[in-house]
Structure formats: structure tokens, C-alpha cells
């Protein structure tokens, strides 16, 4: 789902970086309230997430797909600390490996991070109390679905590559991906949950 240098108006460049920007700042405030304690997760949490998102799916125009993990780490830490955990692991994939142009940033950080994050958990929340297994499964299938369609409306708008083509081919790639996301979310939180019973109650 990264998107590289040169399909991005500079009005949606614009628009995403500042987006993304206040996200961001806000969640790094918000996080203040956050255990000393566990903040070594989150650089665990990134290290996984970033190992995870290695593994590319090549889609249209240098455009890629691959699992996300941002509600994943919403889940167990909570919206705020994916973000960061997101953003860190985003930022690190396009500076030093080229994953994701610079003038994308905001727009992939927005996409991966912010809408998983934010979206994916509020979904989460509403759910868990109905069938917790199938709220995780179906908040992250998702967060990855409404990412995949962010990514097609950028593009669309900066009219760099057909629109619906774009649009197509994300959401059926990615409603297939969207799949393994549900499930590693379930097996991941379920497993995290049995070896570190303490991350209980650290959502913040």
C-alpha cells in the first residue's frame, strides 16, 4: 500500500502531511498518560510490525501491498501508541529502504497508521462487546480495506493513474490481504495476551 514519489498532487500532498501531522502530535499528547513501564512494547511492537511489512504484494504503478498491523497494535496498546508505532516503523521503511516516496509520507502514514489506528480500533470497540474474536478480525480486515480505498482516492484525485482501475485492483487485493490481517490479528492478540498478561489494561 506505500505509494512512492510522483503520484501525488501537491495539493493532496498538502492535505495528507498535515493530516497526518496533527495525528500525530495529538497522539504523542495524549500518550503522556502511558506506563513508563511498557514503553519498551512499543519499540517490540515496531520491530514486528516492521519485520511483517517487509513482505510486498507489487499492485499498479509502483503502488504495494502488504499486511498492516495498526489495529493490531491498537488492540493491545491502544489507538494512540499504534500511531506512533506506525509512524516510526513508516518513517524508517521510506528513509533508510526506500519503501514509500517522501512526498508520500504523509499520505502512507495517514492510510497504514492514523485510519488502522483510529477507525480500526473505534470498530473494535463497538464490537468487542458483541464476539471479541470476530470484532479484532473484522476491525483490521477493515482498516486495511478503508486504507486501500484512501490510497485509490489520493491517486485518484491527483490524477496520476485511472482512477477505477486503482480502485479495483486495492480493494481486490486488499480484501484478500485484509483476510490474513484478521486472522494474524486474532492469533497475535490472543498469543500476546497469554505470554504478557500485564499489557492488559495499558490501552491509553
Given at each position: 500500500?506505500?505509494?512512492?514519489?510522483?503520484?501525488?498532487?501537491?495539493?493532496?500532498?498538502?492535505?495528507?502531511?498535515?493530516?497526518?501531522?496533527?495525528?500525530?502530535?495529538?497522539?504523542?499528547?495524549?500518550?503522556?498518560?502511558?506506563?513508563?513501564?511498557?514503553?519498551?512494547?512499543?519499540?517490540?511492537?515496531?520491530?514486528?510490525?516492521?519485520?511483517?511489512q517487509m513482505v510486498n504484494f507489487p499492485i499498479i504503478g509502483g503502488?504495494?501491498?502488504?499486511?498492516?498491523?495498526?489495529?493490531?497494535?491498537?488492540?493491545?496498546?491502544?489507538?494512540?501508541?499504534?500511531?506512533?508505532?506506525?509512524?516510526?516503523?513508516?518513517?524508517?521503511?521510506?528513509?533508510?529502504?526506500?519503501?514509500?516516496?517522501?512526498?508520500?509520507?504523509?499520505?502512507?502514514?495517514?492510510?497504514?497508521?492514523?485510519?488502522?489506528?483510529?477507525?480500526?480500533?473505534?470498530?473494535?470497540?463497538?464490537?468487542?462487546?458483541?464476539n471479541e474474536v470476530f470484532a479484532m478480525g473484522f476491525a483490521a480486515?477493515?482498516?486495511?480495506?478503508?486504507?486501500?480505498?484512501?490510497?485509490?482516492?489520493?491517486?485518484?484525485?491527483?490524477?496520476?493513474?485511472?482512477?477505477?482501475?486503482?480502485?479495483?485492483?486495492?480493494?481486490?487485493?486488499?480484501?484478500?490481504?485484509?483476510?490474513?490481517?484478521?486472522?494474524?490479528?486474532?492469533?497475535?492478540?490472543?498469543?500476546?495476551?497469554?505470554?504478557?498478561?500485564?499489557?492488559?489494561?495499558?490501552?491509553?
Amino acid at each position: 500500500m506505500h505509494i512512492p514519489d510522483g503520484l501525488l498532487s501537491t495539493p493532496v500532498i498538502i492535505v495528507t502531511y498535515a493530516v497526518t501531522i496533527a495525528g500525530v502530535l495529538y497522539s504523542i499528547k495524549k500518550l503522556r498518560d502511558f506506563p513508563e513501564d511498557k514503553i519498551p512494547l512499543l519499540g517490540l511492537f515496531a520491530a514486528g510490525i516492521f519485520a511483517a511489512q517487509m513482505v510486498n504484494f507489487p499492485i499498479i504503478g509502483g503502488v504495494s501491498g502488504h499486511l498492516l498491523g495498526a489495529t493490531l497494535v491498537a488492540i493491545l496498546l491502544g489507538p494512540y501508541a499504534a500511531v506512533i508505532v506506525m509512524t516510526a516503523v513508516l518513517l524508517i521503511q521510506t528513509l533508510l529502504f526506500g519503501d514509500g516516496g517522501i512526498t508520500a509520507i504523509g499520505a502512507n502514514i495517514l492510510n497504514m497508521g492514523l485510519i488502522g489506528a483510529f477507525v480500526g480500533y473505534a470498530i473494535y470497540t463497538k464490537l468487542k462487546n458483541i464476539n471479541e474474536v470476530f470484532a479484532m478480525g473484522f476491525a483490521a480486515w477493515l482498516s486495511v480495506l478503508l486504507g486501500a480505498t484512501m490510497t485509490a482516492i489520493e491517486i485518484g484525485l491527483s490524477q496520476s493513474l485511472p482512477f477505477a482501475k486503482v480502485l479495483t485492483l486495492m480493494i481486490s487485493y486488499h480484501a484478500i490481504i485484509g483476510i490474513g490481517e484478521a486472522v494474524l490479528t486474532i492469533l497475535i492478540v490472543q498469543a500476546v495476551r497469554m505470554k504478557l498478561p500485564e499489557i492488559e489494561g495499558v490501552t491509553a
